[in-house]
């Protein structure tokens, strides 16, 4: 089956700074979503990625997938308090299944 | 409109109850889903509804039952639950049926504790 792993688990930043999350795959991703979670509500689309090498950006927030569709990484410049929450990576498993990753719980200190 | 409605917000039940939980879209989406989330954890795939059809079961227990009524609404109903399926619930929808994975638009989840 397919596993996402994220890293880091948790981060608390300064605000201001900037900050990368990993997602990282056992096998090829066909489709790779990114979603963010304010705590005990629903998940916000952000960005989806399909072909190696692309990258989006909306905001402040870039999301690559690498050449090997492995890997992605979700990059916030200058983070703001109201980019804290909880970041998942979900991966297209087949049809319409999505596999999620553990998350990533983010702090922005003011 | 890009929302999906989740009703209720937080739900208490005891054991011997039933309950339903609904789910309302009007994207014209074709494809619903429903999700439970445990504290700390990601979400995970219950029921995918296809076109209105059940097209995918993930070893559900039986005292959740899904229904469709049409394209627009989604229910889970609940009975005899136990105190660990105390949850965040969350619906989903997204354009396609089988064409091919699309981003899914989540509701903002009810909240059900069983005592």
């Known amino acids: 089956s397919q596993e996402l792993e994220q890293s880091p688990q948790s981060l608390i930043v300064q605000e201001g700074k900037n900050l990368t999350i990993n997602c990282t795959s056992s096998k090829t991703l066909y489709g790779l979503y990114w979603y963010k979670q304010k705590y005990g509500e629903g998940l916000i689309f952000l960005m989806m990625?399909?072909?190696?090498?692309e990258e989006k950006s909306h905001e402040k927030i870039t999301a690559k997938l690498d050449e090997k569709k492995q890997q992605s990484s979700l990059h916030i410049t200058a983070s703001q308090p109201s980019h804290a929450g909880i970041y998942l990576c979900g991966a297209d498993v087949a049809g319409n299944m999505l596999t999620f990753g553990g998350g990533t719980r983010l702090m922005v200190k003011p | 409109d890009t929302e999906v409605t989740q009703t209720p917000k937080h739900l208490v039940m005891g054991m011997t109850n039933k309950k339903s939980l609904k789910c309302e879209q009007h994207?014209?989406?074709?494809?619903m889903y429903w999700y439970k989330q445990k504290a700390k954890k990601p979400p995970e795939l219950m029921f995918v509804y296809s076109y209105e059809k059940l097209s995918i079961n993930e070893s559900v227990p039986s005292r959740f039952s899904p229904e469709c009524p049409n394209s627009s609404l989604l229910n889970l109903h609940l009975h005899a639950l136990q105190p660990e399926d105390s949850a965040l619930y969350l619906c989903a929808s997204s354009q396609g049926g089988w064409e091919g994975l699309n981003e899914q638009y989540f509701g903002p989840g009810t909240r059900l504790t069983v005592t």
């Open positions: 990625l399909q072909k190696g090498g």
């Open positions: 994207m014209g989406h074709r494809a």
